[in-house]
């Protein structure tokens, strides 16, 4: 796996360019235009079998989002993660294509594609502007969507912002077809959450949801540790909360859990 080192790169780059850009306001963040200060051009058109494309050429370049999505926040997300490709990549590999699969993404591997995704976080929703907006907040998906609103980001990517500055114990859980694909936790949750490829169980709402096509309430519910937790005897005297979303169309439950008194 990948140092932090290598993540840290990536918030770097994308720091000093909302800086650059004098942003203090989630309204203020055009993408578009910070892509065309690079020499970054935006477009849409027809790509099969992927959801955008970056070309390099010499120092510039062409970022082409499918045409026929529909939703704003894909699309800028899309060319946020390929400026980041473009700033962090592009002596790598000229040409990429990318998939709603690798947007997805937050596994810190060693691969091209999470890194990406933490450059188009920071870009997209900067600490400095994103922290004092959830100082004082619970964990929850409600909050999560009002900043995905706000921010005009995805779900999946606000919900990693927010649990990895979060100082909340709070962790997110990314469940396709019923096993882990990946997980990422706030700097106060100090428990080990069961590894990737675990199949969960059906008392939780992602196994609920898999093996029995249940859909998860809307709200917080109480869970037993062991449903998530690799060592739940060390959670005694806490609560464990769980809140799940369901996303159909990618056959994945992301699940929010949080530990309170």
Known sequence: MAGDDFFLEAKKEAEAITKHFC??????IEVETIAAFYDVYYREDIIE??????????DKAIVTIKAGIREPERKRFGLAHELGHFILHRRNKRTRDCTQVDFLNWYKGSSDEPQANVFAAELL????IFMPLISNCQPNFQIIKDLSALFRTSLTATAFRFVEVSKQPCALICVQDRKISW??????FHHRILPRDSHVDESCFAGAYFL???RPPEGPQVLQPIVWLEA?????????????ICMPYYRTVLTLIWICR
């Open 125 to 128: 929703m900067p600490e400095r």
């Open 212 to 214: 029995r096509g249940i």
């Open 23 to 28: 942003i203090t306001k989630p309204e203020q």
């Open 49 to 58: 079998g992927s959801d955008a494309r970056i070309q390099i050429r010499g």
């Open 183 to 188: 997980r990422c936790w706030s700097g106060a």
């Open 232 to 244: 739940p005897d060390l959670v005694k005297g806490y609560r464990v909360y769980e809140q799940a």
